[in-house]
């Protein structure tokens, strides 16, 4: 008879799975918990013991780390060496492996999860087992997914064994399983133990294969971390429209990182990666009324997130527009279908705001860059200027500061009572930026105030904001040319204050 070793930490499906193996003519071996289930649901096993000739010891940290397990299941049977050695030993082949590992990503997901019980739900007898098995594919067949139960037995039974070609394919589903489990555990001890490698290694598990890329011809795939982020997108729920594109995914995660910005209510309106227009409001219709006043024209076939509950009144205007996603954290039920008139309108509500951001990876030609979250906002406010700015205008500078950090440099914005009026992104210099933010503001200019991103390399920008009225500057500060901006200020009427933060965003 052949023999198939079964050990799983997740019995879905299992006792079917074993007993269409027996019914083929298998013999099964097993261990601990999974013996136990097998049996009392009327599966014949022969205990891993009873196999090994040898006792589970170490509170079960050694049981199918011996050389009958690992003999069997490594010998070629085309080789004659392995064939007298097998046999001097009384090592019988083990044809067939499934294994599912300890739940390392689950226990780490606990909440007041200990140290050691999280060092105890790293696998070691499973990876081992599944590597081997894994390695001599031309000849076992090695199982770690209940989704290719159906697919093995079918074989089995037509073919007397599975193919080939299968066994190759479940031989390199196993190496990227182990590699995925090998390296969510390094992710643990860099964490914890805030350990630099030289060498990185990243899991990511596949959510979606995507029609397309940022172009047509661009093929994509939406890969997702194990890691609770905040707002992460697939911790949100879809509740209406199609699927999310490469470029919808890119642009609904940067308007939930501008609205991890505040704790006050804000609706956030966002067009290719930048914002173009964000408010904040006593209530949920107030913030998007403010959003979309700031610039009606670019909102149109963009992307809208609001921390907040989307009321009747809110989702009437905004079923006036073509938008393209809405994310808010909760829906009114009469909002929620007015909303679904429309039907590709993607709909999701998104989980609470936590204050894990993570790390930002970002791929560049031949490598990757890792860096911290920006979550800082600035060192500290000081004011640079003969005029002090009036408390509203602080709070308008927080404010606008909390935007431009999120706007492709180079970056300024132009803000008042809470809500952005001139957005100037990505230009090659500042005052470039300062032109577009201006011209879109026009009139509500004055008075205003301005944040950028960067420091201004001379006086220019300041110059031409006080043609157009701006009352007050909030920006990091740090050119070797600072007094220059500091004098056009004084000159012109204008506060301003240096935040001590860079916010470049590239």
């Not at 261990?31 to 589970?56: A, M, R, S």
């Not at 704790?263 to 913030?287: F, I, R």
């Not at 935007?403 to 009026?421: E, L, M, R, W, Y």
């Amino acid at each position: 008879m052949k023999k198939a070793l079964i050990s799983v930490s997740d019995k879905t499906n299992i006792v079917e799975f074993a007993k269409g193996l027996v019914e083929n003519d298998f013999e099964i071996i097993s261990t601990g918990g999974t013996l136990k289930h097998l049996e009392e649901n009327g599966v014949k096993c022969i205990g891993i013991e009873d196999y090994t000739g040898f006792p589970e010891i170490l509170e079960g940290r050694v049981k199918t780390l011996h050389p009958k397990v690992h003999g069997g299941l490594l010998s070629k049977r085309d080789n004659d060496l392995h064939l007298k050695e097998v046999k001097e030993n009384d090592i019988a082949f083990i044809d067939l492996v499934c294994v599912n590992l300890y739940p390392f990503e689950e226990t780490l997901k606990k909440e007041n999860v200990s140290d050691e019980e999280i060092i105890e739900n790293i696998d070691i007898g499973g990876p081992s087992m599944l590597r081997s098995a894994a390695k001599n594919f031309k000849f076992v067949t090695v199982v770690t997914d209940a989704k290719d139960y159906d697919k093995i037995v079918s074989e089995i039974k037509e073919n007397g064994d599975t193919t080939i070609e299968t066994r190759r394919y479940l031989a390199a589903k196993v190496y990227n399983k182990t590699a995925s489990y090998d390296a969510a555990i390094a992710a643990y001890f860099n964490e914890r133990y805030n350990f630099v490698s030289d060498k990185l290694t990243l899991t990511y598990t596949l959510e979606d294969e995507l029609r397309y890329g940022e172009n047509p011809h661009q093929s994509a795939q939406h890969y997702i971390s194990d890691e609770k982020i905040s707002y992460a997108l697939q911790d949100a729920k879809q509740l209406h429209g199609k699927k999310m594109s490469y470029n919808n995914l890119q642009d609904a995660s940067a308007a939930l990182d501008i609205l991890q910005e505040f704790d006050e209510t804000v609706c956030v309106a966002l067009k290719h990666m930048n914002p173009c227009g964000v408010s904040l409001g006593d209530t949920v219709y107030d913030a998007y009324m403010g959003a979309y006043d700031a610039d009606p024209i670019s909102i149109f076939g963009g992307i809208v997130a609001i921390n907040g509950k989307i009321d009747v009144e809110t989702a009437k205007e905004m079923h006036k527009i073509f938008l393209e996603i809405i994310l808010a954290e909760d829906y009114d039920d009469e909002a929620l279908e007015i909303l679904k008139k429309k039907k590709n309108l993607r709909i999701y509500q998104i989980p609470k705001k936590s204050e894990r951001n993570g790390k930002l990876i970002k791929s560049v030609r031949g490598g990757i860059l890792v860096q911290d979250y920006n979550d800082k906002l600035y060192e500290e406010l000081k004011t640079v200027t003969e005029k002090e700015p009036t408390e509203k205008e602080i709070n308008d500078m927080i404010f606008g500061y909390k935007i431009v950090k999120h706007v492709k440099s180079n970056a300024v914005v132009v803000v008042k009572d809470g809500q952005t009026f001139g957005v100037g992104a990505g230009q090659m210099n500042r005052v470039g930026s300062c032109k577009i933010a201006f011209e879109q503001a026009g009139e509500k200019t004055k008075g205003a105030v301005l944040a950028s991103d960067a420091f201004f390399p001379m006086r220019d920008s300041i110059d031409l904001a006080a043609e157009y009225g701006i009352s007050a500057v909030i920006q990091p500060g740090g050119s070797i040319k600072d007094q220059d901006s500091i004098d056009a200020c004084n000159e012109n009427n204008i506060s301003m204050t240096f935040a001590k933060l860079r916010h470049f965003k590239h």
